[in-house]
C-alpha cells in the first residue's frame, strides 16, 4: 500500500493551493484519510480528515481556510485558501487502510510529504 502526495510548491500570500493524495495498492478498504503538516521545529499537526462515508473533520489550524474532499475512494484533495506564512510547512497524507489479505486490520499509513511555502 503506498499514498502518493502531490500539488505542494510555492505560493504567495493569499493564495491557494490544492494538495492530492492517491492510495493505491492491495486495498480491501480505506476508513480515513488525512492531511497532516509538520512545519520546522514545530510538531506535527491534524489540517483536515475525511472519513469513507464523506464525513469532513477539521483541525484548528486552517480551519475556515480549506476543504477537504474525496475525488474517488482512493483520492482526497485538500484546497487550502488565503494562505499565510505560517502555513508553510510538509504536508503529509495519511491514511487508515486495510490490506486485501488484512481485511479486518486497519493500519495507518503515511505518504512522503509535499512541501508548502507560502511568500510574502
Known amino acids: 500500500v503506498q499514498l502518493q502526495a502531490s500539488g505542494g510548491g510555492l505560493v504567495q500570500v493569499g493564495g491557494s493551493l490544492r494538495l492530492s493524495c492517491t492510495a493505491s495498492?492491495?486495498?480491501?478498504?480505506?476508513?480515513?484519510m488525512n492531511w497532516y503538516r509538520q512545519a520546522p521545529g514545530k510538531q506535527r499537526e491534524l489540517v483536515a480528515g475525511i472519513s469513507w462515508g464523506g464525513m469532513p473533520n477539521y483541525g484548528d489550524a486552517m480551519k475556515g481556510r480549506c476543504t477537504i474532499s474525496n475525488d474517488n475512494y482512493y483520492t482526497v484533495q485538500l484546497q487550502m485558501t488565503d494562505l499565510k506564512p505560517e502555513d508553510t510547512a510538509v504536508y503529509y497524507c495519511n491514511a487508515l487502510i486495510a490490506e486485501a489479505n488484512k481485511k479486518l486490520q486497519y493500519n495507518p499509513y503515511w505518504g512522503q510529504g509535499t512541501l508548502v511555502t507560502v511568500s510574502s
Open positions: 495498492g492491495n486495498i480491501f478498504g480505506i476508513d480515513v
